[in-house]
Protein backbone atom coordinates (compact mmCIF):
# COMPACT_ATOMS: atom_id res chain seq x y z
CA UNK A 1 0.00 0.00 0.00
CA UNK A 2 1.30 3.09 -1.01
CA UNK A 3 2.47 5.56 2.54
CA UNK A 4 -0.08 8.59 1.22
CA UNK A 5 -2.55 6.00 1.03
CA UNK A 6 -1.72 4.70 4.69
CA UNK A 7 -1.28 7.27 6.02
CA UNK A 8 -4.66 9.39 5.30
CA UNK A 9 -6.68 5.71 6.27
CA UNK A 10 -4.75 6.00 9.85
CA UNK A 11 -5.59 9.72 9.73
CA UNK A 12 -9.71 8.97 9.07
CA UNK A 13 -9.49 6.12 12.16
CA UNK A 14 -7.89 9.14 14.19
CA UNK A 15 -10.70 11.19 13.07
CA UNK A 16 -13.42 8.27 13.89
CA UNK A 17 -12.21 7.94 17.23
CA UNK A 18 -11.82 11.04 18.34
CA UNK A 19 -15.57 12.08 16.77
CA UNK A 20 -17.08 8.98 19.03
CA UNK A 21 -15.11 10.17 22.27
CA UNK A 22 -16.77 13.61 21.78
CA UNK A 23 -20.10 12.18 20.80
CA UNK A 24 -19.98 10.24 24.05
CA UNK A 25 -18.93 12.67 26.18
CA UNK A 26 -21.56 15.17 24.90
CA UNK A 27 -24.20 12.58 25.30
CA UNK A 28 -22.93 11.97 28.87
CA UNK A 29 -23.25 16.00 29.79
CA UNK A 30 -26.37 16.58 28.24
CA UNK A 31 -28.55 13.08 28.83
CA UNK A 32 -29.67 13.11 25.17
CA UNK A 33 -29.18 10.57 23.28
CA UNK A 34 -28.78 10.21 19.48
CA UNK A 35 -29.91 7.01 17.71
CA UNK A 36 -27.26 4.53 16.57
CA UNK A 37 -28.29 4.89 12.64
CA UNK A 38 -27.39 8.88 13.19
CA UNK A 39 -24.22 7.44 15.09
CA UNK A 40 -23.29 5.64 12.42
CA UNK A 41 -24.00 7.93 9.82
CA UNK A 42 -22.11 10.54 11.40
CA UNK A 43 -18.97 8.18 11.72
CA UNK A 44 -19.02 6.74 8.55
CA UNK A 45 -19.30 10.60 7.25
CA UNK A 46 -16.16 11.51 9.74
CA UNK A 47 -14.19 8.97 8.83
CA UNK A 48 -14.55 9.36 5.20
CA UNK A 49 -14.04 13.33 5.09
CA UNK A 50 -11.02 12.91 7.45
CA UNK A 51 -9.10 10.23 4.62
CA UNK A 52 -10.12 12.19 1.88
CA UNK A 53 -8.80 15.67 3.39
CA UNK A 54 -6.06 14.15 5.05
CA UNK A 55 -4.74 12.83 1.38
CA UNK A 56 -5.57 15.86 -0.74
CA UNK A 57 -3.94 17.82 2.09
CA UNK A 58 -0.62 15.42 1.79
CA UNK A 59 -0.49 16.61 -2.09
CA UNK A 60 -1.07 19.84 -1.45
CA UNK A 61 1.49 20.17 1.13
CA UNK A 62 4.01 18.23 -0.61
Do not use: C, N
Not at 8 to 20: H, K, M, P, R, T
Amino acid sequence: MHPRVKASLLWGVVGLLSFLVLLQGYELFTEYRYSIGLKVGMALLVTVGASVSTYVADGVLD
